[in-house]
Nanobody, 115 residues
Framework: QVQLVESGGGFVQAGGSLRLSCAASGSIFRINSMGWYRQAPGKQRESVATITWIGSTNYTDSVKGRFTISRDNAKNTGYLQMNSLKPEDTAVYYC?????????WGQGTQVTVSS
């Protein structure tokens, strides 16, 4: 019912910025919570940032003050603005949309931050 496609990943030097996008299809995205998760090689997948359908946000401590999650329900799109990137931010970033009707994940987009 919901399909998610991430884009915007790439290569950036430490201190740089990227904006990830999560384009959604399906009728329930607007009422779902959504979030960004990341997984680095050899590490567990972790939550980076989440946002509810009414706009309440939460961030993992390591990205507070650097990353901003947002959503544009009119465009069925979620975003993750990443500033002051660090090498430890290198990971595959995944978009997630979940609610009472299901739990959906995108395919991921690679973010690589060089030192």
């Amino acid at each position: 019912q919901v399909q998610l496609v991430e884009s915007g990943g790439g290569f950036v030097q430490a201190g740089g910025s990227l904006r990830l996008s999560c384009a959604a299809s399906g009728s329930i995205f607007r009422i779902n919570s959504m979030g960004w998760y990341r997984q680095a090689p050899g590490k567990q997948r972790e939550s980076v940032a989440t946002i509810t359908w009414i706009g309440s946000t939460n961030y993992t401590d390591s990205v507070k003050g650097r990353f901003t999650i947002s959503r544009d329900n009119a465009k069925n799109t979620g975003y993750l603005q990443m500033n002051s990137l660090k090498p430890e931010d290198t990971a595959v970033y995944y978009c997630r949309s979940w609610g009472r009707f299901g739990d959906y994940w995108g395919q991921g987009t690679q973010v690589t931050v060089s030192s």
